[in-house]
């Protein structure tokens, strides 16, 4: 009879190990995951005035892409990076991404939009 108890106590351990756990991303993934972006997009948004001329020269020509690629990326440079300084300040407040990619390397031949808008 304690055998059996004891077989079954350690049964329903074993069983509650592989127990399925929630999807849900919990507070402090999000403040996290959000901590992370901001600091990702304060030290890489300079990678944005490459990106800018690289896609603004496949588009047009490369004197053309060269010099709005340099406008643009100097701009989405702004934008990321202060993206980057309110999502680090902002952290323990859950939000959806200012930018869209997420990370300048998401997605690296599309243009960057912020707040959702504008061809996300």
């Keep these: 009879m304690i055998k059996t108890k004891h077989l079954f106590l350690v049964s329903v351990l074993a069983l509650s190990v592989y ?3 929630s999807h849900a ?5 999000g403040v996290g995951h959000k901590l992370a972006r901001g ?13 800018n001329i690289v896609n603004a020269s496949n588009k047009t020509n490369p004197v053309i892409g060269f010099t709005g690629g ?9 934008g ?3 993206s980057g300084i309110v999502d680090i300040l902002s952290s ?3 939000s959806k991404p200012l930018a869209y990619p997420e990370m300048v ?6 243009n960057t939009t912020y707040f959702g808008c504008c061809g996300k």
Aim: glycine content about 8%; proline content about 10%.
């Design 19 to 21: 127990a399925p756990t």
């Design 105 to 110: 390397w998401n997605d690296f031949n599309k």
């Design 39 to 51: 600091f990702g997009n304060l030290f890489t948004g300079l990678v944005e005035i490459p990106k």
């Design 25 to 29: 991303e919990s507070y402090i993934d």
């Design 92 to 94: 323990p407040i859950p």
């Design 80 to 82: 990321r990076t202060t």
């Design 70 to 78: 340099l406008v643009m990326g100097t701009l989405d440079t702004l």
